[in-house]
């Protein structure tokens, strides 16, 4: 059974400052991994999607890379920003299913 | 191109009543998925359809809950004889492809208070 784990849970960090956040998953037979931001009381956006083939993949302040053999992916955000406070979630999608299997998340607050 | 369409994005209900949750996927969507989040946990899976059909039903309870993807329409998520524990956000999302060949795109959710 996967399991997705993204530490910390809460991060603070001052605006400019650049940024790692970490989604580690045990089952390595993945189809990709997906990066989403979620902000209080809203729906989930879509930031990054990385295929199983792929090591990274880059969306403007956004990096995002993917280790498929150690089980880890990190989204880096580079030059934060406050309008960047929000809790962000890594999901994986298994072979042989048709679900997305979802990290706590991380909350992040950019300090102004 | 809107996105995805949830409403109500709020619904109250007591205890014993029903839940109606409906979700319209993005143009040209065919791949419909109902998900959980109930307060301080993370996303849980609970249905996939495609048109008409139910795919995978895994996640979602055996009693009081069911699904529908019908041929014209929204998805509905329907929930009978609510309790106080199925208080949670209830996400649908959509896909143009199965999981393996692109992203899913969420809707703003529809958040169901049981009183």
């Known amino acids: 059974k996967q399991e997705v784990t993204q530490i910390p849970a809460a991060l603070s960090v001052p605006e400019g400052e650049n940024l790692v956040l970490n989604c580690s998953f045990t089952?390595?037979?993945?189809?990709?991994l997906q990066w989403f931001r979620q902000d209080p009381g809203k729906g989930l956006t879509s930031l990054l999607l990385?295929?199983?083939?792929?090591r990274e993949q880059t969306s403007g302040r956004l990096n995002a890379s993917l280790d498929k053999s150690s089980g880890r992916s990190t989204l880096y955000i580079a030059a934060s920003q406050p309008g960047d406070s929000a809790t962000y979630l890594c999901?994986?999608?298994?072979?042989?299913?048709?679900?997305?299997?979802f990290g706590t998340g991380t909350r992040l607050t950019i300090i102004p | 191109n809107a996105g995805v369409m949830q409403n109500p994005r709020h619904l109250v209900r007591r205890r014993g009543q029903e839940a109606r949750l409906r979700c319209s996927p993005m143009?040209?969507?065919?791949?419909v998925y109902w998900y959980r989040q109930l307060p301080e946990e993370g996303l849980k899976f609970m249905v996939y359809?495609?048109?008409?059909?139910?795919?995978?039903e895994s996640g979602m309870p055996k009693e009081r809950f069911s699904a529908e993807f019908p041929k014209e329409g929204p998805s509905i998520l329907r929930i009978q004889q609510v309790v106080r524990g199925d208080s949670a956000a209830y996400f649908c999302?959509?896909?143009?492809?199965?999981?393996?060949?692109?992203?899913?795109?969420f809707g703003e959710g529809s958040r169901l208070t049981v009183l």
């Open positions: 999302a959509s896909s143009h492809g199965t999981l393996n060949t692109g992203e899913l795109f």
């Open positions: 089952d390595s037979a993945i189809y990709n």
């Open positions: 359809l495609q048109k008409e059909n139910i795919i995978d």
């Open positions: 999901a994986v999608a298994n072979f042989g299913n048709e679900k997305l299997t």
């Open positions: 143009k040209g969507h065919s791949h």
């Open positions: 990385i295929q199983s083939s792929q």
